[in-house]
């Protein structure tokens, strides 16, 4: 049956587009402090002259070791939350080297700047100090100045979106993936129980999703979030339990369709076990239904952690999030610096729509009705 699926897929391109879209946001979550090039912890290494500038914007930097410098490092922890950075990145508009002595013209705004002056070698890091005054020199203009370029622009804080964007798709295909945990884990477990049994049980896990039909989305998520706290994990766990309800109702109809099956009864005449004819005969035979109802959440899991992320209850600065982007500089867009606002918002709308045209092709090849 994959086979078959993967056959019927491979014929729809915009399902081949999707697939490529969501495989190449995995990787670069994946890998995005690898990727990023501000790859210090959540990307928030703040430069406050550089605020709100424009995709490819350029700045020559001179690289101040800080005071205190961070521990070292692992290969392992880097790639998983990043590693703190030992320099402070001061914009220059030009710089002179003059005997032991580096004046810089630095960059306060556009057409302002002041001059600093550093001695070189407290511009050397502990135990880096080259032999000799003309080392000292070349050591400087190679390790202690350096040009980079913001390719998406910074934010109103200075620091870099494309960073902050690779970091953040993170965050959207966690939630998405816990969702999707928890809503299944619920939803199969209560729906498949319903249009199982029938009887009580049905009328009871009836009661409680038409209950929680009722009550909107955010509402919902708003009311778990003051219960439980607000945080990374906590608007995940919220999410799940709010998505559940729609599984349930879906999966409580397929079941109650296969349980009249000549096949079922068969199995009840043999005397096995419930459990075992839910786990083993029905669950099997709707794994299409799941599928579809998996990317569905996924993708409303998206859209549900940038709204509240928006709103100020999701993710919590510095942690970088597309929704929480969006909300930090959504009134640039008034001001005629919309890309700090509209770059993580068609990201959300690029992942979701993916998710979405995956969720409709699986329907159509699968024939999934409910």
Known sequence: MQADIRHKLMKRPMAIVAMGVIICTVIISALAYVLAPDSTPYANTQIVELGAKRPGFSSLFLLTPKAQQPPPTGLLTAGLSGRP????????????????S???????????????????????????????????KSYIIHHALARRTFYLG????????????????????????????????????????????????DNTVMWLTNILWSIPTLLLV?????????????????????????????????????????YITAAKTLGIS????????ILPNIAGPIMVIAASNFAAAILTEAGLSFLGIGVQPPQPSWGLMMKEHYNFMLAGKPFAALIPGLA???????????????????????
């Open 85 to 100: 950075s030992k320099v402070v990145y001061l914009p220059i508009n030009g710089y002179t080297i003059k005997n032991d």
């Open 102 to 136: 580096l004046a810089v013209r630095h960059y306060i705004d556009d057409g302002k700047e002041d001059t600093l002056r550093y001695s070189l070698a407290q511009l050397v890091p502990p135990g880096a100090a080259p032999d000799n005054n003309t080392d000292l």
């Open 154 to 201: 910074t934010d109103r804080y200075g620091r870099d979106i494309l960073s902050r964007l690779l970091i953040g798709s993170r965050v959207s295909l966690a939630v998405g993936f816990v969702a999707v945990i928890l809503s299944l884990t619920i939803g199969i477990i209560l729906g498949s129980a319903a249009g199982y049994f029938g009887g009580r049980v």
């Open 222 to 262: 708003f009311a778990i979030t003051l219960t439980i706290g607000k945080g990374f994990w906590e608007i995940f766990i919220a999410i799940g339990l709010t998505m559940w309800v729609g599984a349930a109702r879906l999966i409580r109809g397929q079941v109650m369709v296969l349980r009249e099956m000549e």
């Open 274 to 281: 419930d459990a075992r004819i839910i786990y083993r005969h």
């Open 348 to 370: 959300i709308m690029l992942l979701v729509y993916a998710f979405n045209i995956l969720g409709n092709a699986l329907r159509d090849i699968l024939d999934v009705k409910g």
